[in-house]
């Protein structure tokens, strides 16, 4: 088995591909892709996704790999091949629902909200600031009270939902969108970074 992720130590989206590797207990070379110098839009990188983002994963020998490219599919793909125990995507026609509820949710308000925030302080990206605060709040206010009573957001344990709404989430303040007034938010962080294997996104600097 060769695994190999097309990554970017700043990118919340490779981030959680990375951390579903680490919990599964997956090796994998990382292969930093230079988005600052637009290594994503060259003809090799474009290869891999029509789309030139991060992440890619490939899975297989080099000659002939299974290539996924998006945070989420990479998600689905990693759960579906390699948990034995089904906990990461269960079978269970409502809990898989609420699962791709969340998956929906972390690449729509989720995007639009805390991690265009991000991306406007660190990267200096084209998006309104306080648009994008204003959908952050938004977003963390029905999670808040989603929370409220439950560990996990699709069912009662950690589920791919979990890991593809962390890491914008618990890097919110870097995009100057507080997680003060979210105790809930807040506990459901701790809990992710308790999983075994759980490793951290780099902070920015």
């Given at each position: 088995m060769t695994l190999r992720l097309h990554s970017f130590p700043l990118s919340g989206h490779a981030h959680r591909a990375r951390l579903m590797l680490a919990l599964l207990g997956l090796e994998a070379e990382t292969v930093d892709v230079d988005l600052r110098g637009g290594a994503q839009k060259q003809p090799d990188f474009l290869g891999l996704n029509a789309f030139g983002q991060v992440p890619v994963l490939e899975d297989g020998e080099p000659e002939n790999p299974?290539?996924?490219?998006?945070?989420?599919?990479?998600?689905?793909?990693?759960?579906g091949k390699y948990d034995r125990s089904g906990q990461w995507l269960p079978a269970d026609p409502a809990i898989a629902a609420q699962v791709q509820r969340w998956l929906s949710v972390a690449a729509g308000q989720l995007l639009m909200g805390p991690a265009r925030a991000r991306m406007v302080k660190l990267f200096s990206s084209p998006f309104d600031h306080d648009a994008c605060r204003q959908v952050a709040t938004q977003l963390f206010h029905v999670m808040e009270r989603h929370l409220q009573g439950r560990d996990w957001l699709a069912a009662s344990h950690a589920t791919i939902a979990d890991i593809a709404l962390y890491s914008y989430t618990a890097h919110a303040p870097e995009g100057d969108v507080?997680?003060?007034?979210?105790?809930?938010i807040r506990g459901w962080i701790r809990r992710v970074e308790t999983l075994p294997g759980f490793v951290p996104m780099q902070k920015a600097a």
């Open positions: 299974v290539v996924i490219a998006d945070s989420n599919a990479i998600l689905v793909y990693l759960a507080s997680l003060q007034p979210y105790p809930h």
